[in-house]
């Protein structure tokens, strides 16, 4: 069993790279647990280790950061493309964006769809659900009252 350090797996990281491995948290972790264990045991983070190596961590992630502008740009363009716009639509054909709309809206998937200025009467008959986009309540209706 190999002993290791900090150094080690700074050399380990390089000699991935020059190999033209992949070095995202995933791909270590499949081809080489050791590796990923003593990354955590050494460093607590992947970026940290990549960093150590010389290694930018945005250049080998494999996903990317959603921001509320590009989650609304992306349901734009699924709406005008005619997809589906329901959450269970979105998560199934594109996971990222599913992923995006959770983590970058903090909202609920009807909120960022709403957000992005989607309406009801726009999204009819293409919403890939059951459930229809409903408008948000109206200003004067009264709280508890049915609509």
């Known amino acids: 069993m190999k002993q290791w350090d900090k150094d080690k797996i700074v050399a ?21 647990s050791a590796l ?4 955590f045991k050494h460093f607590r ?10 290694i930018d961590p945005a250049s080998v992630r494999k996903w990317s950061s959603w921001d509320k502008a590009r989650v609304v740009a992306a349901l734009r363009a ?17 996971t990222p ?5 959770a983590a970058a809206s903090a909202r609920t998937p009807r909120r960022s769809v709403r957000r992005a200025s989607i ?15 409903s408008s ?5 209706a009264r709280p508890g009252a049915l609509p």
């Open 12 to 32: 380990a990281l390089i000699d991935r790279k020059s190999r033209g491995l992949a070095l995202n948290t995933g791909a270590i972790q499949k081809s080489d």
């Open 36 to 39: 990923a264990r003593a990354i």
């Open 45 to 54: 983070f992947h970026d940290a280790a990549l960093l150590a190596a010389g």
């Open 78 to 94: 699924r709406r005008d493309a005619g997809m589906a716009l329901s959450f269970a639509a979105i998560y199934r054909e594109d």
């Open 97 to 101: 964006l599913g992923g995006g709309i």
């Open 119 to 133: 309406r009801k009467r726009l999204a009819r008959g293409s919403t890939g659900g059951t459930r229809p986009i």
């Open 136 to 140: 948000p309540p109206s200003a004067t």
